[in-house]
């Protein structure tokens, strides 16, 4: 397993629109594991695959929610192969989101509270699941990414420039 290079913007990569994954083979366990890795040395609670240059409709979450004995968090990291969303609530909720490929800048995005969401696992065994809460919000924030969408493009041209304005800043030192 290993840590890969996270891709960031402005690289047109993120961009892309995803390919669907037609095989879930022993190299794409072996992928989601080099995901959850990636993630979790950048200290994210999301990672799609498109994020590390590779595009294909992959992507990993672990929200680290439950706590153990000593009271540190569990890691639980979920993989979803090809996941879709069905449907979406009509309730809203917002978020103060950030991107691991947009480094050190958040905005508040509002997003359905609720989606159904269908995905494979890594057996190939498919899943459908109503999700709310910040599992909700992250993964449509992942999917977008696998639609070549980032957090950025639901906020005011306004504030996306005041984003990638202190983004350019902080990459200057």
């Keep these: 397993m290993s840590v890969l290079p996270i891709v ?29 890795d990636t993630m979790y040395a950048a200290n994210g609670i999301g990672l799609a695959a498109i994020q590390v240059g590779v595009a294909e409709r992959i992507l990993v979450i672990d929200l680290q929610e439950g706590r153990d004995e000593e009271d540190k968090p569990v890691k639980a990291p979920q993989a979803y192969i090809n996941p879709e969303i069905l449907s979406v609530s009509e309730e ?12 050190e800048q958040y905005a508040d995005v509002q997003r359905p509270a609720a989606c159904r969401v269908r995905w494979q696992d890594e057996t190939g065994a ?5 999700l709310t809460g910040l599992l909700a919000t992250c993964m449509q924030h992942e999917i977008d990414h696998l639609n070549g969408v980032l957090f950025i493009d639901h906020i005011s041209r306004l504030k996306r420039d005041m984003v990638m304005k202190k983004l350019n800043k902080l990459r200057r030192g």
């Design 8 to 36: 960031e913007v402005p690289d047109a990569r993120l961009r892309v629109i995803s390919s669907p994954v037609d095989a879930i083979t022993d190299a794409t366990r072996a992928f989601v594991a080099d995901l959850i």
């Design 126 to 130: 498919t899943h459908e699941e109503d």
């Design 92 to 103: 809203t909720s917002t978020y103060n989101e950030g991107c691991l490929s947009i480094p």
